[in-house]
């Protein structure tokens, strides 16, 4: 088994909302208590739908933001109290590929000085060795030599997120976390940026933590999926798991609500009710009882825990399973 | 024959760009059928939105304008009516529905208000009559406490909800034509489910006709009845969306297909295109995916082919189609 890179325990974010500058304080619990591992190598996913608190997950583990409570752990170090001044050093292992290509690269530099600045900053090479370094990374990402001397305004969508997958390799990191990569990009480029990814993560042995919304996306790139609702994860599991055999109720909903490019599939949609809850006041007990359509009386008032159902590795937070397991200990 | 109810016919539509006409869309040619939903695909730049824009003659304030070809609505070609018989057809027989439900309502208007209006434009209802078929309306598009609602704003409404308040804005005249353009594009999936669910029960029910927008081919497979594919300001290929899944014709369409990730499909590589969509202030000679095409002869950098009947309802615009069908391989 491959070695843990990254691991969350009980990690947790909570935002200060006020009504006015008089209203009363209110925290919107962005994350509430996320618990995953990620092994070397491999691309794990979180998924869920805008607002379930996948990016700042995203966020916190590259610690861009301060988690309120909670662990992670990477290569072996905790590192959610770490100073700024001590973060240089994950900083180097760990770097983040942004949505949006527009508006993560600086329009006022040259690509070639967008990818070298993490050398700057991390590193004490010569110039010379930097502008070698920035051209074999043009090269990797599929971008021509003269192309680093252009700014970012003249680039399609497409060949910014080359760029700033570039600006994300040049240090060599162990964990790349790519927040939403291909959503701004057309499918037939979005279908270019996945296989420069899978590619890259081949050649240089890379960790994905691959934050996304799109599960077609997902399932295509992903060894294991945590599938996220109002800051939690309710389902986590191998990929071939979570598509074959689903078993919290969003991610069955979620999966049959994607819609398949092939007119002769027909299938029953599972339509859910309602929106998503305001995070900010969320339902009692499991948070997904308002729109779930198993719902109990015990989802009302208990939030279940993520737990290991049938097999291994693949865990749910829903009360649906709780009897399985209980009628299973019995048996035994 | 079946009943066209709307026919655009060699559409070009330019925009004026330093001085320069700059020709957007060249030609493009289609029709809609009572009760059909026809898709228009294609990926950003490609002018599908353009074109809704230009049946609607929705150019205010832009250089854009409609340069040749017709659009016929029923029998009337609405290219040469004039603008004020043109504010009778927006919004009472055809209507549309814009992507973003955030920008495309008014945020200082009740939602009340927004929904009242065309209403009392249209059918020349008075406060209290439109006031009753606005609630209805709402409560019809699956909007609880309809009431309270009306005296809302946008703002305080979900994306989900407001999409549906557009729904219910272009539905309340009852027109015989639906765009919707990209219309569940900034919802998430299972609100994309409600949405898409609610537009289709609509639809049925009104036996509407209804142009799809969208660059989402799973959204296409599951709602359209034909297909029309577009590149560059040109239509490259039309079919059932049967036949569109199952045997693309046009190398673009067959791109396009071919590298969305489709789930349960084990594949360990997306086919891809390479390069990107001509600027249209620089389009390439002949055929404008040549550059980007696979198949491409010499031909094909010359010369634009032109939209061929293949089969029976199918249509593509390839030179590959053209010289018989011995170079077309599976």
């Known amino acids: 088994m491959a070695s843990t890179i990254l691991e969350v325990r009980g990690l947790k974010k909570s935002f200060e909302v006020k009504n006015g500058i008089f209203g009363k304080k209110k925290y919107l619990h962005a994350v509430n208590g996320l618990n995953f591992s990620v092994y070397e190598g491999e691309t794990f996913s979180l998924v ?21 409570a909670g662990e992670i752990w990477i290569d072996g170090e905790e590192i959610s109290k770490w100073k700024e001044s ?57 971008l021509n030599e003269y192309q680093g001397n252009c700014y970012a305004h003249e680039f399609s969508g497409g060949q910014r997120q080359r760029i700033g997958i570039g600006r994300a390799l040049i240090m060599k990191p162990k ?50 999926i945590g599938v996220m609702y109002l800051g939690s994860i309710v389902e986590y599991g191998p990929k071939e798991q979570i598509f074959t055999n689903p078993l919290h109720p969003y991610t069955k909903a979620l999966l049959s609500s994607v819609p398949i490019p092939d007119p002769t599939v027909k299938r029953e949609k599972i339509i859910l009710k309602g929106d998503i809850p305001n995070p900010v006041n969320p339902p009692s007990g499991c948070k997904f009882h308002t729109r779930c359509p198993d719902v109990m009386e015990i989802c009302k008032g208990k939030d279940p825990s993520l737990k290991q159902i049938h097999t291994d590795n693949h865990l749910a937070a829903c009360h649906l399973y709780e009897k399985t397991i209980k009628n299973q200990s019995v048996i035994v | 024959m079946e009943d066209i109810i709307l026919k655009v016919e060699q559409l070009q539509t330019d925009f004026q760009k330093d001085n320069q006409r700059i020709r957007i869309l060249n030609g493009v040619s289609f029709h809609i059928s009572k009760g059909e939903i026809l898709g228009l695909v294609g990926e950003s730049g490609c002018g599908k939105s353009l074109t809704s824009l230009s049946i609607m003659r929705l150019f205010k304030g832009t250089s854009g304008e409609i340069s040749g070809g017709n659009i016929f609505f029923r029998d009337e070609d609405i290219t040469k009516v004039t603008e004020n018989q043109m504010r009778k057809i927006r919004g009472k027989q055809i209507a549309m529905i814009f992507q973003e439900p955030m920008t495309s309502l008014n945020p200082v208007m009740k939602i009340g208000e927004q929904l009242m209006e065309p209403i009392r434009i249209h059918l020349g209802y008075n406060n209290k009559r439109a006031k009753q078929h606005a609630v209805q309306m709402l409560t019809k598009v699956g ?54 669910d609610l537009m289709r029960k609509l639809q049925k029910e009104e036996n509407m006709s209804m142009l799809l927008i969208t660059h989402d081919l799973g959204v296409v497979a599951e709602m359209c009845d034909r297909v029309v594919v577009m590149y560059a ?22 791109g396009l297909i071919g590298s969305v990730p489709k789930i349960g499909q084990k594949k360990d590589r997306l086919e891809s295109i390479a390069g990107r969509v001509p600027d249209p202030s620089n389009m390439p000679k002949g055929c404008k995916f040549a550059p980007r095409c696979s198949d491409a002869t010499a031909e094909c950098h010359e010369k634009e082919p032109s939209m061929l009947e293949v089969e029976k309802n199918r249509y593509c615009s390839c030179w590959l189609y053209d010289k018989g069908r011995s170079l077309i391989s599976g």
């Open chain 1, 175 to 224: 964990l790349i976390i790519a927040d939403e990569p291909v959503s701004a990009l057309d499918v037939s480029v979005q279908s270019q940026i996945l296989n420069l990814l899978k590619d890259l993560q081949e050649e240089f042995n890379l960790t994905y933590v691959f934050i996304s919304h799109d599960l077609s996306v997902v399932e295509h790139i992903s060894d294991h």
């Open chain 1, 86 to 142: 001590q973060l240089q050093a994950i900083r180097k292992k760990v770097q983040m590929v942004f949505q949006d290509p527009y508006a993560s690269l600086n329009p006022r530099m040259k690509i070639r000085d967008i990818i070298a600045e993490p050398l700057v900053i991390h590193t004490k090479l010569t110039k010379k060795e930097k502008q070698r370094l920035v051209s074999e990374m043009l090269e990797v990402v599929g």
């Open chain 2, 233 to 254: 300001g040109r239509v490259v290929e039309e079919a059932s969306v049967h036949d569109l899944f199952q045997s693309p014709l046009h190398p673009y369409t067959r």
């Open chain 1, 48 to 68: 869920g739908e805008s607002g379930c608190g996948k990016s700042t997950a995203g966020r916190l583990i590259s610690r861009l933001i301060d988690p309120t």
């Open chain 2, 143 to 196: 909007i609880p406490r309809s009431n309270e609602i009306m005296n809302e704003f946008p703002h305080q409404l979900s994306g989900g909800m407001r999409q549906r308040v557009m729904i219910a804005i272009a539905m309340s005249c009852n027109p015989d034509v639906l765009i919707a353009d990209e219309p569940t594009t900034a919802l998430d999936v299972t609100i994309q489910a409600q949405i898409l």
